[in-house]
């Protein structure tokens, strides 16, 4: 598909109106993606706020049908205030960012839900390698997409959530399972021809998907259970084993 696609460039920091606008002009629906990580509170500001806003602000004026925007959960949000304290003037500028990136891709439709859904992940993981910050590179971590199946799977298990669900803030954050890209991006897809489905397939779902559970699910993905599939296999392989060797000891026995 990406060979059908008609790339158009625009710096959404820089860019007048007129080049925004003509950027935007055939588009139907707009989905944003747009976000940075920084030390700087003003970059933060910049890159998850204004940013946002000037994209969704154009989208308005094109008369787009649809925003979506993939903003942070509302768990991770909570943490702001009381638990994120030695870092409150970046966090900070990042949550408003993002705010504000809300309202504009809640404007843009002239806020009206049924037209606005807005991705609410933790952390998400995807590709075939890592990516770890190195020293004097502030980089957003990546998980591989092998080892966050892995991590979210385990993390899905009921008494790990349980135990999320009793704990505060920044704890409660580290054990709610990650997501993958490929689920925020079909849910995205999804929401911006308006075919989201949650759970009741006659319902078009729009508005909030806040965390990795409802985004799976709008995505129409299951769990991942490649562990747990992989433990019946070995499983499985164990039994057949015994067995095998319960009827060689047993052949012994009879002086077979």
Do not use: H
């Not at 008369?63 to 003037?89: H, I, Q, T």
């Not at 504000?100 to 590709?127: H, M, N, S, W």
């Not at 770890?132 to 980089?139: E, Q, R, S």
């Amino acid at each position: 598909f990406a060979k059908k696609v008609s790339w158009i460039a625009a710096d959404l920091l820089s860019a007048d109106e007129a080049a925004l606008d003509a950027a935007m002009a055939s588009a139907d629906s707009v989905v944003s993606c747009v976000g940075v990580v920084d030390p700087n509170p003003a970059v933060l500001r910049r890159g998850n706020g204004d940013a946002n806003v000037k994209a969704f602000a154009a989208a308005q004026r094109a008369g787009v049908g649809r925003a979506v925007y993939v903003s942070v959960a509302s768990e991770v949000m909570a943490c702001e205030e009381n638990w994120l304290p030695f870092a409150k003037d970046e966090f900070g500028a990042y949550f408003a960012g993002k705010r504000a990136a809300e309202q504009a891709a809640a404007d843009a439709v002239g806020g009206d839900a049924t037209k606005l859904c807005v991705l609410r992940p933790t952390f998400i993981y995807g590709g075939e390698s890592f990516e770890v910050p190195l020293p004097g590179k502030f980089v957003a971590p990546r998980v591989s997409a092998a080892y966050g199946r892995a991590v979210e799977e385990v993390l899905t298990l009921p008494p790990i959530q349980a135990l999320a669900d009793a704990l505060p803030g920044l704890a409660k954050v580290a054990l709610r399972p990650p997501v993958s890209v490929e689920a925020v991006a079909t849910a995205c897809a999804k929401a911006a021809l308006g075919a989201l489905t949650t759970g009741d397939a006659t319902r078009r779902a729009v508005g909030t998907l806040d965390g990795t559970e409802p985004i799976r699910a709008a995505a129409g993905q299951p769990p991942p259970k490649d562990l747990s599939e992989g433990l019946d296999r070995a499983l499985d392989e164990l039994g057949d084993q015994t067995e095998k060797l319960l009827n060689w000891v047993q052949q012994k026995i009879d002086g077979k």
